[in-house]
């Protein structure tokens, strides 16, 4: 039973907290957590399937059953020392503002009765209802029950979102002559008035020249980026030539390319793929399968690859882009035909992907902003020696009803790999796709 006296708090955690992230009941410390048997009985729904969600809640139900063990459960458990206590709540009645508010009988409404119930029965100690979902916080505060989001694994710094490109205006001609006879000089001696992350890009202004450089911490260098295209595929700006730059370094391992529709961040990505492909034995494009605005395509004939290629279709373009940068009887041609027919490049959903070798291979993922943090490291755990990988997404367009700007995983990914030797991070601000996408972006 739960303390009616402790001055540490309640959370009640609904199922897509969860689904979010099944270590959840860890990241409380000493507040006591109660889990309505709603939950569990929503979780049932998710444990068979091959995705991320459905993995998310078989690993939590192995969780609950680890604390659990032989024993009873309505007394509620410890998590362990300086935890709190775990406790299932059964179903309660719905008091009259319940009904007055809420005609259906569903699962969310359940859960408010629960809070409800645990409001008043513990009212000297404060209990909040913890859920992704905007609308049922909403429904609770109504209620005059305290509620908020799951913010463990959130960035704190927001900067990183929209980050841009630095420029210097009145830069020493001389220093960037140098960069430009040298290739690199030694940040010390360029004398900046910032101290750059590693692998940080930005532009140096002279009064009669400039220069595209990075900032490598290997070797504590600024280097001169030059403009170079990869496959057929030339950077049409100082974000491209930066892209390509990091994506073509074989020091950088792992890459976050954020930016707007059109903005060419998985053109980008392919193309380098492909240019490196000698160095790699697989090339891998995936995507999280989550239709647009959340809205199945419904029953699609044929077999199961037929069945995905709509979700699949953006990648396939950007194939088309790079095929068609050359005449069908090239070499570099019939070289992406050659690496599609011996499976050395395979585009497939990321759900596919579970249970493979990621040794040795160009991984890119695209439409990251869709993943949780936890599917992101459960992705990057997978990496195996020699693979590199690439993350791309456009934090603005984020598809998963319970994730935002602040709580995907690509910007987590984002903030917390930052200034590691291994990690690079490009923001493309300028769109290349048409004039017409570039003004629907901005004014739309």
Do not use: W
Not at 245 to 259: E, H, K, S
Not at 281 to 298: C, F, K, T
Not at 380 to 409: C, H, W
Not at 419 to 433: P, S, Y
Request: some cysteine; proline content about 4%; charged content about 25%.
């Amino acid at each position: 039973m739960l303390s009616k006296t402790s001055k540490s708090k309640i959370f009640i955690l609904d199922t897509n907290v969860i689904l979010h992230d099944h270590t959840c009941i860890y990241q409380f410390q000493d507040n006591d957590i109660i889990l309505p048997i709603t939950v569990l009985e929503e979780l049932d729904k998710f444990k068979r399937g091959n995705d991320l969600i459905n993995y998310q809640a078989r690993e939590f139900v192995r969780v609950l059953d680890e604390i659990v063990g032989d024993e009873l459960f309505n007394g509620g458990k410890s998590l362990g020392k300086g935890k709190g206590k775990l406790r299932i709540e059964t179903g309660k009645p719905f008091s009259g503002a319940l009904k007055e508010s809420f005609r259906e009988d569903i699962p969310d409404h359940r859960i408010l009765a629960i809070a409800e119930y645990t409001t008043k029965t513990y009212s000297t100690r404060k209990t909040i209802l913890v859920s992704k979902d905007i609308n049922l916080r909403m429904k609770a505060k109504s209620l005059g029950i305290p509620a908020e989001d799951y913010k463990t694994d959130q960035v704190t710094d927001e900067n990183v979102l929209d980050k841009t490109l630095k420029t210097f205006e009145n830069f020493d001609d001389n220093l960037i002559a140098m960069l430009y006879e040298q290739g690199s000089l030694q940040e010390d001696k360029l004398k900046l008035d910032f101290q750059p992350e590693a692998n940080e890009c930005f532009i140096l202004k002279g009064n009669s020249s400039s220069v595209l450089a990075r900032f490598e911490p290997k070797n504590n260098r600024v280097l001169r980026v030059e403009k170079k295209p990869a496959y057929g595929i030339k950077p049409r700006n100082a974000e491209q030539t930066f892209s390509l730059n990091v994506l073509m370094d074989p020091d950088i391992q792992l890459v976050a390319l954020t930016g707007k529709a059109g903005t060419g961040k998985t053109l980008l990505a392919l193309a380098a793929a492909i240019e490196l492909h000698k160095s790699f034995d697989q090339i891998l494009l995936a995507r999280p399968i989550v239709a647009l605005s959340n809205r199945d395509l419904g029953y699609l004939p044929g077999d199961a690859s037929e069945k995905i290629s709509p979700y699949m279709q953006p990648l396939f373009d950007n194939l088309s882009v790079i095929k068609h940068a050359f005449n069908p009887r090239s070499q570099e041609y019939l070289k992406i035909e050659e690496l599609q027919k011996e499976e050395k490049l395979v585009i497939t959903p990321l759900a596919y992907i579970r249970g493979r070798s990621l040794s040795n291979s160009f991984f890119i993922i695209d439409e990251a902003q869709n993943l949780t943090p936890h599917e992101i490291k459960t992705i990057i755990t997978r990496a195996g020696e020699g693979t590199k990988m690439v993350f791309t997404g456009d934090l603005q367009q984020i598809d998963s009803p319970y994730l935002d700007m602040k709580s995907n995983g690509l910007a987590f990914l984002t903030d917390r790999m930052r200034n590691q030797d291994l990690f690079a991070h490009i923001n493309l601000v300028k769109g290349e796709r048409s004039y017409l996408a570039e003004l629907a972006s901005n004014l739309l």
